[in-house]
């Protein structure tokens, strides 16, 4: 290789980069934009002007910057844990774009044409340049900053075994590619299964909290329940706006989020949103409405002041307005709350000139709010029995090896000196006697 073929391979790469049409933003991430920088960086002729800008963070002016962009091009690599291809198929698997969009609701075949051209179009340079890996790039760099030595390539065995790989032309996956993006979504909902609403935006849980559901006992009426209504939302029919109330430390929250473990591959997603974010209810369900994936906004710990805000924006979600329901959206709060608006005896009607001639109507909305979810679930507080039960079964999961009688009696030691029966006590007894037992047993 000299000189001259590596300038003009990187320019010919440039051109084709510069000719997608539908999948521009596959090079819009940290990875893709150094690979970029790097391509121009070789493609400058030392002895003229520059063929191509570059951008500003990387200006090359010398040979030795191809060294030096090679650098950044091997660390993203090397932070991201990653092959070239790997990376650059991830990529393509995720990317939002108005194929990827329309495909999720649209049959293939009822695409425009042009769109199904543009797509095949970008499939096959996308192909060609998964090619040019880093073992390429590094005896270019060499050629290019005439350096004596081969700078070290990044390279790692190829991990995401795709149909992409076992097409020789990536452009016939193209069927394949849609079920794909049919199955998983695509931008954030395919790359994360749990998020969350802040600041006006959702944001992907890079490590989300994964709760078993065979880790939560004692409650199985109400898991059976909730089960149900979650497989009646995932299958597309009509499911229930869902509260779950009682005891602190029942498990409310943690069946919810075993919901997802059980069925994102299903299309489940989850939205955490907090209270104070709750005004914006309507703004998510409208940003998820035509969304093939089925969504939960989870609501913990709910509660309302009187005139609150919150409190209208969820009655609208809950009840509907003008605009349709969202079939693929359902709310699931919890609360240790029965009636989730706090009364006083201050709003008991009183009769003086000044009171609201229908005041008991307004109670009685304050008080019936927690009916417009269609489905109640109650958490009573665990008994001894049921709390033993918690116990023995965490234990047996933790494959804790311990006397039956002394487990019983340390659990209910544990209890009267901690929080009280509860699965969160349990949970925390069993993962306190877990490191005591392993670091007894290490000594």
């Not at 090397?78 to 790997?86: E, G, K, M, V, Y």
């Not at 931008?187 to 992907?204: D, M, P, S, T, V």
């Not at 909730?226 to 229930?240: R, V």
């Amino acid at each position: 290789m000299n000189e001259s073929s590596s300038f003009t391979t990187s320019q010919s790469l440039l051109q084709q980069i510069a000719s997608l049409l539908i999948y521009q933003s596959v090079f819009d991430h940290e990875v893709g934009q150094v690979f970029i920088s790097l391509l121009k960086t070789l493609s400058k002729d030392f002895n003229n002007n520059d063929i191509f800008t570059a951008p500003k963070a990387i200006a090359p002016r010398t040979a030795l910057d191809c060294l030096q962009v090679y650098g950044y091009w091997f660390r993203t690599l090397a932070a991201h844990n990653q092959s070239w291809q790997d990376y650059l198929i991830t990529q393509i698997l995720l990317d939002h774009n108005p194929f990827t969009q329309q495909i999720q609701t649209t049959p293939l075949e009822k695409l425009p044409s042009a769109l199904i051209d543009a797509v095949k179009h970008d499939l096959r340079i996308l192909q060609q340049i998964c090619q040019y890996d880093s073992k390429y790039l590094s005896k270019w760099v060499q050629v290019a900053s005439q350096s004596a030595f081969t700078p070290i390539s990044w390279q790692l065995e190829t991990s995401l075994a795709t149909f992409l790989h076992h097409h020789h032309d990536w452009a016939e996956a193209i069927s394949d590619l849609a079920n794909y993006y049919c199955q998983h979504g695509t931008g954030i909902f395919a790359q994360y299964h749990a998020l969350r609403w802040q600041e006006g935006k959702l944001l992907g849980i890079s490590n989300p909290d994964l709760v078993e559901l065979t880790t939560i006992v004692g409650y199985d009426l109400q898991k059976e329940a909730l089960i149900k209504n979650t497989e009646f939302l995932l299958a597309g029919y009509p499911a229930l706006h869902v509260l779950l109330y009682g005891s602190r430390g029942s498990g409310k929250s943690s069946l919810v989020k075993g919901l997802l473990t059980k069925y994102s591959q299903a299309g489940l997603r989850l939205i955490e949103v907090s209270k104070s974010e709750l005004k914006e209810l309507p703004l998510i369900v409208e940003q998820v409405r035509n969304l093939p994936q089925k969504f939960i906004i989870f609501v913990d710990d709910l509660s309302f002041e009187e005139d609150d805000d919150a409190f209208k924006a969820l009655k609208v979600v809950l009840e509907g307005s003008l605009t349709a329901k969202a079939n693929n959206t359902v709310v699931y709060a919890t609360s240790n709350r029965r009636h989730l608006i706090r009364e006083f005896f201050s709003d008991r009607p009183k009769l003086s000139d000044n009171d609201e001639v229908h005041a008991w109507d307004t109670v009685q909305e304050k008080l019936s709010f927690s009916d417009r979810f269609g489905l109640t679930l109650t958490f009573e507080p665990a008994n001894q029995d049921t709390y033993l039960q918690i116990i023995k079964h965490l234990a047996q999961q933790a494959n804790i090896n311990f006397p039956q009688e002394q487990l019983e009696f340390r659990a209910k030691q544990w209890a009267t000196r901690h929080n009280g029966r509860s699965g969160r006590t349990a949970r925390q007894f069993i993962d306190y006697l877990k490191a005591e037992l392993a670091i007894t047993q290490s000594d």
